[in-house]
């Protein structure tokens, strides 16, 4: 299991995250280290082919599309400490 603390109605949270793949099943959500040019090294955390699917880690909800208390994002650059990004 992936989580990534990301800010979400103006509070920081840890959100649970997973990609998803066409037809929205869920797959592993993967990180690698890459350079951003002038801003230095980031994390580069990215899913299946529709990208990443994010919710708060206290919803135990299935993944899902239609889910209103779920989102979505084509991918997320996070700082290369690894402070906000745990795989467990």
Not at 6 to 14: A, D, N, T, V, Y
Not at 17 to 35: F, S, V
Not at 45 to 66: C, I, P, T, Y
Request: glycine share 14%; with cysteine; hydrophobic share 35%.
């Amino acid at each position: 299991m992936a989580r990534v603390l990301r800010e979400h109605h103006g509070r920081e949270i840890w959100c649970d995250i997973t990609g998803l793949n066409a037809g929205g099943q869920p797959c592993r959500a993967m990180a690698c280290l890459i350079d951003d040019s002038g801003e230095g090294g980031c994390q580069l955390v990215f899913g299946g082919d529709w990208g990443l699917r994010l919710k708060e880690e206290s919803n135990s909800h299935a993944w899902d599309v239609d889910d209103p208390q779920q989102w979505g994002e084509p991918f997320l650059m996070l700082a290369d400490d690894g402070a906000d990004l745990r795989f467990e």
